[in-house]
């Protein structure tokens, strides 16, 4: 199955700083998501994002399938972006998840 | 709308019981899944549903069974349960090609 690789895998913040997060994957995929699973275990849809760039108000992902990389971008960051945050690729039958990154924003 | 609900939330079994967790959705989606998040990894894939009627192992399918009878509805099934099937259970569909997680079970296995 494929591999998935997240960098770093613990990130600490002071609130308002900007940060990027990286998920590697070893094989061609048609499907990419990112994931936000928040301190009481919540695991929330970010970005389906196989390809190409997209921005959800402070944060935004690209993907550049051709390199197997994807990036996460969160700007002016907040205590509430605590928490883990995962890259999962593959295809919908078997989407394989990394280890995550764990973001810690200390106000 | 509930999306997808997860029942029990808690369960402490022993080694060699049996339990079944419930998954349900009200969002008429055909793929639904079972994973399990162990501390300091991510989530593997034990097994998934294409349809009502189908089944299909994922990545660490043994001691597990699943049924789906009901397209709203997948059941995991622990027949004996072993403490290395301590772990947080979630369920998730797929809708638009996004995966919609349910809150998960939290299940220890002493």
């Known amino acids: 199955g494929i591999q998935v690789e997240q960098s770093p895998p613990d990130l600490i913040l002071q609130e308002g700083a900007n940060s990027t997060l990286r998920c590697n994957f070893s094989d061609s995929v048609n499907n990419l998501q990112w994931f936000h699973q928040n301190p009481w275990g919540q695991l929330i849809n970010l970005f389906y994002i196989p390809s190409g760039t997209k921005q959800n108000g402070r944060l935004s992902a690209t993907t550049v399938a051709t390199e197997r990389y994807s990036l996460l971008y969160i700007s002016s960051s907040q205590t509430t972006d605590s928490g883990v945050y995962f890259c999962?690729?593959?295809?919908?039958?078997?989407?394989?998840f990394g280890a995550g990154t764990r973001l810690t924003v200390k106000p | 709308n509930a999306g997808v609900t997860q029942t029990p939330k808690f369960r402490v079994l022993k080694t060699g019981q049996s339990m079944t967790l419930l998954c349900a959705q009200d969002?008429?989606?055909?793929?639904m899944y079972w994973y399990r998040q162990d501390p300091g990894m991510g989530l593997r894939l034990i097994h998934y549903?294409?349809?009502?009627?189908?089944?299909a192992k994922g990545e660490v399918p043994d001691g597990y069974n699943v049924s789906r009878l009901k397209k709203q509805n997948f059941l995991l099934g622990l027949e004996s349960a072993a403490p290395s099937q301590t772990s947080v259970y979630f369920c998730?569909?797929?809708?638009?090609?996004?995966?919609?997680f349910g809150n998960g079970t939290r299940l220890t296995v002493t």
């Open positions: 549903s294409v349809g009502e009627g189908t089944t």
């Open positions: 998730a569909t797929v809708g638009g090609a996004s995966l919609h």
């Open positions: 969002m008429n989606h055909e793929y």
């Open positions: 999962a690729a593959g295809n919908n039958n078997d989407m394989r």
